[in-house]
C-alpha cells in the first residue's frame, strides 16, 4: 500500500527515468547486436563523452563552434528587430520587404551554402553569414507581425494622453510585442544552431564538427556518437532554457489585455 | 440647481460636424453643447455614431467637416484639455497601477516623483489605495476600470470623455460606479461628456442627455432631468420623474433596436 | 499598400526585387549574381538533361518516400500518445527534445550508419518532419471536445464508428497542420541530407556546379527548389484552409 502511494507521487519522474531507461538500454542493446560496424553502445558512447570532458577537448571546440553562433544570432537579433520594427510600422516597407523574409522562411535556406563559400570563403564570415541567413527571417517576421498587431486600444491611448511618436514605440508597442519578440528570438537561434553545424560540417570544420568528422575518420565512432549527443544537448538545454525564461518574464503579463 | 443649468458657456462645442467612412455617414451635421462642469450624455442604439462623435471631440479620429471647440478654440487632435476614459480600459498590461496611473503624467515629461506623487492620490480617491504595485490581472474588471479612471483624473484636463466605461464591468459594480460618478462630478470641477447605451444609466448619472438616432446619425432631443438631481444617490431610481424619463426614451428608443 | 489607389497583392514586391536582380545582374555588379532572365535561360537548357531530371526525380523520390513514412508512422503514434497518458508521458519527453534539436547534427550519423545514398537522405527527411507530425496529432487528439466523446457514446457509437466519423474529423485540422510543418521541415531535411551528403541528387549538382563555378546553373537549381519549395507549402496551406473552415468552431 505504501509503496503504491510512493509511486503514485513521484508519477511523472518515475516514469522519466522509466522512459530514458528503455532508450538507452535499447541503444546499448543495439550496439551490442551490433545493428552496425558503426553503432557503438550507450556505455562506449558515455565513456567517450567523459574522456572529451575531463582532457578539455569539448570546451575547447565549443569554444571554436559558439563563435559564429553568438555573433550570428546576436546580428541577426539586433538587425532583425530593427528591421521587423520597422516593418511593423511601416505598410510600405512591410510591402516592400516582408515576401523576401516570407519566402527566406519556406525557402530551403541551406541550399545557399555553397553560394556563400564561393563568396566570403571558408572563414568565421561566411559562418556567421549562414548563422544570420538562418535566424533573420524567423526574428523578422515575428517581431512585424506583433508590433503590426499591437492593440489599438493601448496605441490610442498613448495618442489620447499626448505621447509623442517615439514614446509610442518605445513605451508601448515594443513592451507589448515583447513576448512574442522573444519567441522570435527563440526560434531564431534554434534555427541559428542549425546553421552553425552546417557551417561546421560544410565549410570547415573547426570545434566541434572537427571532432565529429576526424572521429569518423578514424572510424572512432563512440567519440562521434558523444560530440553529436553533446551538440543536441546543449542546444536542447539551452532552447529549453529559453523558454522557461520566456514563461517566467512574460507568462502573467498578457491577461488583461481587454475586459474579461 | 437651476442657475447652474442657466447660463454657463460651453466647454465644448460640437458645429455642424460629418464624418463619412467611404460611402458610409457615420454623422451627419452634428451640433450640440457641453455646458461646463456638468456631466452630458450621449445615448443611443448601436451604431448611432456616440463613441466616434466622442473620439472626434477626444481628438482621436479626424471630423470630415464641421469643428469642435474646446474652451471656445478649435482642437483637431488630442490636448492637456481633456481626458479619455476606455471602455476596454486600455492599460498596460506590464505595468503596475501605480505606472498605469502615472502614464498621462509620464508621456507629458513630468518628474518621477512628482507623477507618482498625484498618481498615489487619485488611486487613494477612486478606492485602490494599497494597489498600487499590483498588476493590472491581478485586479477585476472594475478596479481595472478604476485605474483607468484614476488615470485620466490624474493629468487634471478640464474635460473628461468616458466612452462607455462602465459596460465591461458586471451589474453590481455598475450601479456602484454610477453611484461614484455622481459624487465625482459634485466634487470635481470638470466638465464630463459620457456615452453609454443603457437608458437609466444615462438618465441616473447626467445633467442633460443627447439623444443620438441612427442613419443618419443625428442628435433627436435633449433632456434636462432636474427634479431629482439634489436627491441621494438611493432615492434617485426610484423617484417618479426619472422613471418617467426612462419610459419616454424608452419608447421613443424601441423602434431603432435592431 | 496603395499605388494610384489600387490595392498592391501580398508578395508584388518580389517583381520589384526581380527587376533590381536583372539590373544588378545585367551591371555586372558581382559575379555571383548573373541576371535573372540568364539564368531562366540557363534553366530551360538543363531542364531537360539527364542529370537534372535524375536529381529532381531522386529528390521527389527521397522527399515522398521520407514524407509518407513519417505520416505513416508519426499520425498513429501522435494518435496513440493523445489517448494514452502512459505511452504520452513515456514518449513525450523525447519528442519534444527532437522536435527543438539542431537534427542536422544527426545526419553524420546517418552517412555512417546507412552510406551515403538514397537511403540516408530519406530518413534525413523523415526525421525532420516526424516529430511535428506527432505532436499536432496528439494535440489534435487531445482537444477534441468532450461532448463530442459523450454524444458518441450516447448514440452508442461503435468505436469504429466513433473513430472515423467523428474523432477523426475534429482532429484533422489540427493533423494536417502538423503534416504542413513536417511538410516544410522535410523539404529542408531532403535539401540538408543532400547537402551533406553531396553525392546524390542537387548536392551533387551544387558540388559540381560551385567546383566549376557556373553560377547560373548553380542558382537555376537554386531557384528550381525554392519554388518547389514554396509552392508545396503554399498548397498545404490551401488544403489546410478548405479543411480549417470548420476548425474554429468544432465544438458548436
Redesign the interface.
Given at each position: 500500500m505504501a509503496g503504491k502511494v510512493i509511486v503514485m507521487r513521484h508519477?511523472?519522474f518515475l516514469?522519466?527515468c522509466?522512459?530514458a531507461l528503455?532508450?538507452f538500454g535499447s541503444w546499448e542493446i543495439a550496439g551490442r547486436v551490433p545493428?552496425?560496424f558503426?553503432?557503438p553502445t550507450f556505455l562506449e558512447s558515455m565513456l567517450a563523452l567523459w574522456v572529451l570532458i575531463i582532457e578539455g577537448t569539448l570546451f575547447v571546440a565549443y569554444a571554436e563552434t559558439l563563435k559564429p553562433l553568438v555573433l550570428g544570432v546576436f546580428i541577426s537579433g539586433v538587425l532583425g528587430i530593427g528591421i521587423g520594427l520597422w516593418v511593423g510600422l511601416s505598410?510600405?516597407f512591410?510591402?516592400?520587404?516582408?515576401?523576401?523574409f516570407?519566402?527566406m522562411q519556406?525557402?530551403?535556406l541551406?541550399?545557399?551554402?555553397?553560394?556563400l563559400?564561393?563568396?566570403y570563403g571558408i572563414g568565421l564570415t561566411s559562418k556567421v553569414f549562414v548563422v544570420c541567413i538562418m535566424a533573420m527571417p524567423v526574428i523578422v517576421l515575428n517581431t512585424g507581425g506583433a508590433v503590426r498587431n499591437t492593440p489599438i486600444s493601448i496605441k490610442e491611448m498613448g495618442h489620447a494622453f499626448l505621447g509623442s511618436r517615439s514614446d509610442i514605440v518605445l513605451k508601448i508597442i515594443l513592451p507589448a510585442a515583447s513576448p512574442i519578440i522573444f519567441a522570435g528570438l527563440r526560434l531564431g537561434v534554434?534555427a541559428g544552431?542549425?546553421g552553425a553545424?552546417?557551417s561546421e560540417?560544410?565549410i570547415t570544420p573547426t570545434g566541434v564538427g572537427d571532432i565529429?568528422?576526424y572521429s569518423?575518420s578514424i572510424a572512432d565512432?563512440p567519440t562521434?556518437?558523444a560530440a553529436?549527443l553533446s551538440?543536441?544537448l546543449l542546444?536542447?538545454v539551452f532552447?529549453?532554457l529559453l523558454e522557461r525564461m520566456e514563461k517566467t518574464l512574460f507568462g502573467g503579463l498578457n491577461k488583461g489585455y481587454v475586459t474579461d | 440647481m437651476s442657475a447652474k443649468s442657466q447660463n454657463t458657456d460651453n466647454a465644448v462645442s460640437v458645429r455642424n460636424v460629418y464624418k463619412n467612412y467611404g460611402d458610409v455617414q457615420a454623422l451627419h451635421d452634428l451640433s450640440l453643447d457641453f455646458p461646463r462642469g456638468q456631466l452630458t450624455s450621449l445615448l443611443g442604439p448601436s451604431g448611432c455614431g456616440k463613441t466616434t462623435l466622442l473620439k472626434i471631440i477626444a481628438g482621436l479620429l479626424p471630423a470630415s467637416s464641421g469643428e469642435i471647440l474646446v474652451n471656445g478654440q478649435p482642437v483637431s487632435g488630442p490636448g492637456p484639455d481633456r481626458a479619455f476614459v476606455f471602455q476596454d480600459f486600455a492599460l498596460l498590461p506590464w505595468a503596475t497601477v501605480l505606472r498605469n496611473v502615472a502614464f498621462g503624467l509620464e508621456l507629458r515629461g513630468v518628474v518621477k516623483s512628482e507623477r507618482e506623487a498625484i498618481a498615489e492620490k487619485y488611486i487613494a480617491d477612486v478606492g485602490l489605495k494599497g494597489f498600487e504595485h499590483s498588476y493590472p490581472h491581478e485586479l477585476s474588471g472594475g478596479m481595472r476600470q478604476r485605474v483607468g479612471l484614476a488615470r485620466a483624473l490624474s493629468v487634471d484636463a478640464q474635460v473628461l470623455l468616458m466612452d462607455e466605461p462602465f459596460s465591461a464591468v458586471d451589474e453590481q459594480t455598475r450601479r456602484k460606479f454610477q453611484e461614484d460618478l455622481l459624487g465625482l462630478v459634485k466634487n470635481e470641477n470638470k466638465t464630463f461628456l459620457f456615452v453609454t447605451h443603457s437608458i437609466e444609466e444615462a438618465v441616473y448619472v447626467s445633467d442633460q442627455i443627447a439623444i443620438l438616432l441612427p442613419r443618419p446619425s443625428r442628435v433627436s432631443e435633449i433632456i434636462r432631468p432636474s427634479g431629482f438631481r439634489h436627491k441621494d444617490t438611493d432615492s434617485i431610481r426610484r423617484d417618479s420623474e426619472y422613471l418617467d424619463i426612462v419610459d419616454k426614451i424608452w419608447s421613443s428608443l424601441r423602434t431603432y433596436v435592431e | 499598400?496603395k499605388l494610384f489607389g489600387y490595392e498592391?497583392p501580398?508578395?508584388?514586391?518580389?517583381i520589384?526585387?526581380g527587376l533590381l536582380w536583372e539590373l544588378v545582374g545585367h551591371l555586372e555588379l558581382t559575379f555571383?549574381l548573373p541576371p535573372l532572365s540568364a539564368i531562366f535561360q540557363t534553366l530551360m537548357e538543363i531542364g531537360t538533361t539527364k542529370v537534372f531530371i535524375k536529381a529532381l526525380s531522386d529528390t521527389g523520390y527521397a522527399f515522398i518516400v521520407g514524407t509518407v513514412s513519417a505520416i505513416v508512422i508519426g499520425i498513429p503514434v501522435g494518435i496513440l500518445m493523445g489517448k494514452n497518458r502512459?505511452i504520452d508521458?513515456?514518449?513525450l519527453?523525447?519528442v519534444n527534445?527532437f522536435l527543438?534539436?539542431?537534427?542536422?547534427?544527426?545526419?553524420?550519423?546517418l552517412m555512417?550508419?546507412f552510406g551515403f545514398g538514397l537511403k540516408a537522405i530519406i530518413i534525413t527527411t523523415a526525421l525532420f518532419a516526424i516529430w511535428i507530425i506527432v505532436l499536432n496529432a496528439r494535440a489534435g487528439v487531445l482537444q477534441i471536445n468532450r461532448s463530442l466523446v459523450e454524444m458518441a457514446h450516447s448514440f452508442g457509437a461503435s468505436p469504429k464508428d466513433a473513430f472515423f466519423k467523428i474523432y477523426f474529423w475534429a482532429a484533422l485540422p489540427e493533423i494536417l497542420g502538423g503534416v504542413r510543418i513536417g511538410f516544410?521541415r522535410a523539404?529542408?531535411g531532403?535539401?540538408?541530407g543532400q547537402?551533406?551528403i553531396s553525392i546524390v541528387g542537387?548536392g551533387a549538382l551544387?558540388?559540381l556546379y560551385?567546383a566549376n563555378?557556373l553560377m547560373k546553373h548553380?542558382w537555376a537549381v537554386?531557384l528550381v527548389?525554392?519554388a518547389l519549395?514554396?509552392l508545396i507549402?503554399e498548397f498545404l496551406a490551401y488544403l489546410e484552409r478548405r479543411v480549417a473552415y470548420y476548425a474554429a468552431r468544432r465544438s458548436v
Amino acid at each position: 500500500m505504501a509503496g503504491k502511494v510512493i509511486v503514485m507521487r513521484h508519477r511523472s519522474f518515475l516514469l522519466k527515468c522509466l522512459s530514458a531507461l528503455l532508450v538507452f538500454g535499447s541503444w546499448e542493446i543495439a550496439g551490442r547486436v551490433p545493428v552496425s560496424f558503426a553503432f557503438p553502445t550507450f556505455l562506449e558512447s558515455m565513456l567517450a563523452l567523459w574522456v572529451l570532458i575531463i582532457e578539455g577537448t569539448l570546451f575547447v571546440a565549443y569554444a571554436e563552434t559558439l563563435k559564429p553562433l553568438v555573433l550570428g544570432v546576436f546580428i541577426s537579433g539586433v538587425l532583425g528587430i530593427g528591421i521587423g520594427l520597422w516593418v511593423g510600422l511601416s505598410k510600405k516597407f512591410d510591402w516592400l520587404v516582408s515576401p523576401i523574409f516570407v519566402v527566406m522562411q519556406t525557402a530551403p535556406l541551406a541550399a545557399l551554402i555553397p553560394l556563400l563559400v564561393m563568396a566570403y570563403g571558408i572563414g568565421l564570415t561566411s559562418k556567421v553569414f549562414v548563422v544570420c541567413i538562418m535566424a533573420m527571417p524567423v526574428i523578422v517576421l515575428n517581431t512585424g507581425g506583433a508590433v503590426r498587431n499591437t492593440p489599438i486600444s493601448i496605441k490610442e491611448m498613448g495618442h489620447a494622453f499626448l505621447g509623442s511618436r517615439s514614446d509610442i514605440v518605445l513605451k508601448i508597442i515594443l513592451p507589448a510585442a515583447s513576448p512574442i519578440i522573444f519567441a522570435g528570438l527563440r526560434l531564431g537561434v534554434s534555427a541559428g544552431f542549425i546553421g552553425a553545424i552546417l557551417s561546421e560540417l560544410k565549410i570547415t570544420p573547426t570545434g566541434v564538427g572537427d571532432i565529429i568528422t576526424y572521429s569518423r575518420s578514424i572510424a572512432d565512432y563512440p567519440t562521434m556518437y558523444a560530440a553529436i549527443l553533446s551538440i543536441i544537448l546543449l542546444a536542447v538545454v539551452f532552447l529549453n532554457l529559453l523558454e522557461r525564461m520566456e514563461k517566467t518574464l512574460f507568462g502573467g503579463l498578457n491577461k488583461g489585455y481587454v475586459t474579461d | 440647481m437651476s442657475a447652474k443649468s442657466q447660463n454657463t458657456d460651453n466647454a465644448v462645442s460640437v458645429r455642424n460636424v460629418y464624418k463619412n467612412y467611404g460611402d458610409v455617414q457615420a454623422l451627419h451635421d452634428l451640433s450640440l453643447d457641453f455646458p461646463r462642469g456638468q456631466l452630458t450624455s450621449l445615448l443611443g442604439p448601436s451604431g448611432c455614431g456616440k463613441t466616434t462623435l466622442l473620439k472626434i471631440i477626444a481628438g482621436l479620429l479626424p471630423a470630415s467637416s464641421g469643428e469642435i471647440l474646446v474652451n471656445g478654440q478649435p482642437v483637431s487632435g488630442p490636448g492637456p484639455d481633456r481626458a479619455f476614459v476606455f471602455q476596454d480600459f486600455a492599460l498596460l498590461p506590464w505595468a503596475t497601477v501605480l505606472r498605469n496611473v502615472a502614464f498621462g503624467l509620464e508621456l507629458r515629461g513630468v518628474v518621477k516623483s512628482e507623477r507618482e506623487a498625484i498618481a498615489e492620490k487619485y488611486i487613494a480617491d477612486v478606492g485602490l489605495k494599497g494597489f498600487e504595485h499590483s498588476y493590472p490581472h491581478e485586479l477585476s474588471g472594475g478596479m481595472r476600470q478604476r485605474v483607468g479612471l484614476a488615470r485620466a483624473l490624474s493629468v487634471d484636463a478640464q474635460v473628461l470623455l468616458m466612452d462607455e466605461p462602465f459596460s465591461a464591468v458586471d451589474e453590481q459594480t455598475r450601479r456602484k460606479f454610477q453611484e461614484d460618478l455622481l459624487g465625482l462630478v459634485k466634487n470635481e470641477n470638470k466638465t464630463f461628456l459620457f456615452v453609454t447605451h443603457s437608458i437609466e444609466e444615462a438618465v441616473y448619472v447626467s445633467d442633460q442627455i443627447a439623444i443620438l438616432l441612427p442613419r443618419p446619425s443625428r442628435v433627436s432631443e435633449i433632456i434636462r432631468p432636474s427634479g431629482f438631481r439634489h436627491k441621494d444617490t438611493d432615492s434617485i431610481r426610484r423617484d417618479s420623474e426619472y422613471l418617467d424619463i426612462v419610459d419616454k426614451i424608452w419608447s421613443s428608443l424601441r423602434t431603432y433596436v435592431e | 499598400m496603395k499605388l494610384f489607389g489600387y490595392e498592391l497583392p501580398g508578395m508584388s514586391s518580389l517583381i520589384l526585387w526581380g527587376l533590381l536582380w536583372e539590373l544588378v545582374g545585367h551591371l555586372e555588379l558581382t559575379f555571383f549574381l548573373p541576371p535573372l532572365s540568364a539564368i531562366f535561360q540557363t534553366l530551360m537548357e538543363i531542364g531537360t538533361t539527364k542529370v537534372f531530371i535524375k536529381a529532381l526525380s531522386d529528390t521527389g523520390y527521397a522527399f515522398i518516400v521520407g514524407t509518407v513514412s513519417a505520416i505513416v508512422i508519426g499520425i498513429p503514434v501522435g494518435i496513440l500518445m493523445g489517448k494514452n497518458r502512459f505511452i504520452d508521458e513515456l514518449l513525450l519527453p523525447w519528442v519534444n527534445m527532437f522536435l527543438s534539436a539542431p537534427l542536422t547534427a544527426l545526419v553524420p550519423v546517418l552517412m555512417v550508419l546507412f552510406g551515403f545514398g538514397l537511403k540516408a537522405i530519406i530518413i534525413t527527411t523523415a526525421l525532420f518532419a516526424i516529430w511535428i507530425i506527432v505532436l499536432n496529432a496528439r494535440a489534435g487528439v487531445l482537444q477534441i471536445n468532450r461532448s463530442l466523446v459523450e454524444m458518441a457514446h450516447s448514440f452508442g457509437a461503435s468505436p469504429k464508428d466513433a473513430f472515423f466519423k467523428i474523432y477523426f474529423w475534429a482532429a484533422l485540422p489540427e493533423i494536417l497542420g502538423g503534416v504542413r510543418i513536417g511538410f516544410i521541415r522535410a523539404v529542408k531535411g531532403v535539401i540538408i541530407g543532400q547537402l551533406l551528403i553531396s553525392i546524390v541528387g542537387f548536392g551533387a549538382l551544387f558540388e559540381l556546379y560551385s567546383a566549376n563555378f557556373l553560377m547560373k546553373h548553380f542558382w537555376a537549381v537554386l531557384l528550381v527548389l525554392f519554388a518547389l519549395a514554396f509552392l508545396i507549402a503554399e498548397f498545404l496551406a490551401y488544403l489546410e484552409r478548405r479543411v480549417a473552415y470548420y476548425a474554429a468552431r468544432r465544438s458548436v
